[in-house]
């Protein structure tokens, strides 16, 4: 049994680590034929990719996806700890599944994902959630074939948690959800403690793919006739800068580039460490999609420094206009958080103007929530829920009407879009724009995923667009 702890979590050195190829256990090929899984994600694009990888070990081990989690042998929650109620999902589905339980004793249920990292989470696991047979934590996913095993062979509780981050594995299996398009980890971890996030405990340290292995990968899916492929890390600028003296994600993006990929994405921007190579190489190639994701989280500079981001309003607003005036047609999108502790009226004011100078393509807005163990814990808070909520309220009108205004403009122009399937309705092709924008369309021939058509723009909504293929 390894538990997580949160003081080892947040030491960063710089001892080396190794870059190991995965191999599976060959005596559990196959051990569990004949049962089904089923595997809930919650939370970022990283975890979307961890399950997709989770999959893949659970296909080696034998089982068979199973759509219905309430049919499913094993139930694998991939969970999230970013804010409170994406713990109370987790939770809520636990509890769930102890219903579940109750009437098919075989059911196997497993935790993995950040808050598997957290100790006060394992804790009230051991304590109250007996019922859950294993907990892996995102340090030793690698493991979680093996404990798997341990689990039902033994008939008893597993908990491997590690708090820090270990070994660097590289030919992990993966069972992507899409065959057009695909997520690659180039950078694991943070090392920006942003005083009121989570992320740096439960990820570990800064730690880049070599460019190498990355390119590999991609090799790979141009090969398997991949069209798009998406760039993942908690802060892929800071790509490269603990592996090499000089090569970071601007020279990354440019060798992705010059290969023969129709469309490459990456996420999540941290304006730290955007510079001017990487502004002109997405400027430069027309493979590279003109969006970028580039959380502000406030405008108000006395809010950002107790934040911990490292920029004010200033350099911030600096560093957009950059981007928009390089980047052609660029859309920039944003995360925004309301109600940190000792925001006043006059922060959130100042957040309003800078969302009404920005007039953002897309925003997620939130309103802060408390991680245990994280420095904003500490702050005081004197501002009611309730003025929070009207905050968020007060936000979200301001940026819907810029998403609606940008738009509009879209309107009568031709853009190409990825055919991603049929939209709900049946009635309609959906599929995302190069600045990535939803696009709802009809076409007067059968399309394929992944096919990028050019669609025209006939009418605009707030969080989509309607258009007809020419
Ligand atoms: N690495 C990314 C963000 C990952 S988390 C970045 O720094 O840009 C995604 C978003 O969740 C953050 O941008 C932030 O807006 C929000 N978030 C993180 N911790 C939060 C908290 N404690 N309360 C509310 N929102 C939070
Ligand atoms: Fe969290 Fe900040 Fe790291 Fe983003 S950069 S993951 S907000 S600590
Ligand atoms: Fe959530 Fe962990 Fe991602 S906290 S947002 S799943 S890195």
Not at 277 to 303: C, F, T
Request: with cysteine.
């Amino acid at each position: 049994m390894h538990l997580p702890d949160y003081k080892e979590a947040r030491t960063r050195d710089h001892r080396e680590y190794n870059r190991i190829d995965f191999d599976f256990d060959p005596s559990l090929k196959d051990k569990y034929t004949g049962k089904s899984f089923h595997i809930k994600t919650y939370g970022c694009q990283m975890n979307e990719h961890d399950s997709e990888v989770i999959e893949a070990i659970l296909v080696f081990l034998g089982f068979q996806k199973e759509e219905d989690y309430t049919k499913a042998d094993l139930v694998l929650l991939n969970t999230c700890s970013i804010r409170e109620n994406a713990h109370n999902k987790a939770f809520g589905m636990l509890g769930r599944l102890k219903h579940l339980k109750n009437e098919n004793k075989n059911l196997i249920i497993g935790l993995c994902g950040c808050m598997a990292q957290e100790s006060s989470v394992v804790e009230a696991i051991i304590r109250d959630y007996p019922f859950v047979n294993f907990v892996v934590g995102t340090h030793n996913m690698n493991e979680l074939p093996t404990v798997i095993d341990k689990a039902i062979e033994t008939n008893s509780q597993q908990i491997e948690v590690y708090s820090r981050e270990g070994d660097l594995y590289e030919g992990l299996p993966v069972v992507r959800a899409n065959s057009y398009k695909a997520y690659v980890n180039i950078i694991y971890g943070c090392d920006k403690f942003c005083t009121y996030c989570i992320v740096p405990y439960t990820r570990g340290r800064e730690r880049s793919r070599k460019k190498e292995d990355i390119l590999k990968e991609i090799d790979e899916l141009i090969k398997d006739g991949y069209k798009e492929v998406t760039l993942l890390g908690q802060n892929v600028n800071a790509y490269g800068k603990d592996l090499y003296e000089n090569y970071s994600l601007g020279d990354l993006l440019e060798e992705i580039a010059l290969k023969n990929i129709p469309r490459i994405r990456f996420m999540t921007s941290h304006p730290w460490d955007f510079n001017d190579h990487m502004i002109e190489v997405i400027a430069k190639y027309p493979n590279i999609m003109p969006s970028v994701h580039l959380p502000v989280q406030s405008g108000s500079s006395r809010i950002l420094k107790l934040m911990g981001r490292r920029y004010t309003r200033e350099s911030y607003l600096e560093l957009f206009h950059k981007i928009k005036d390089t980047v052609p047609g660029v859309c920039i999108s944003t995360d925004i958080i309301v109600g940190f502790p000792g925001e006043t009226e006059e922060d959130f004011q100042e957040t309003m103007s800078l969302v009404k100078e920005c007039k953002y393509d897309n925003a997620f807005t939130f309103i802060f929530s408390t991680r245990e163990g994280t420095p904003a814990c500490k702050l005081e808070d004197n501002t009611s829920q309730q003025e929070k909520e009207d905050r968020l309220y007060r936000l979200n009108e301001v940026v819907n009407e810029y998403f609606l205004e940008n738009n509009k403009k879209l309107e009568g122009q031709v853009l190409r879009v990825m055919v991603e399937g049929v939209s709900e309705k049946k009635d309609m092709y959906y599929g995302y724009s190069e600045t990535n924008k939803l696009i709802n369309f009809t076409s007067p021939r059968e399309l394929e995923p992944g096919e990028i058509v050019e669609v025209e723009i006939e009418s605009a909504k707030t969080w989509s667009l309607d258009g007809r293929v020419r």
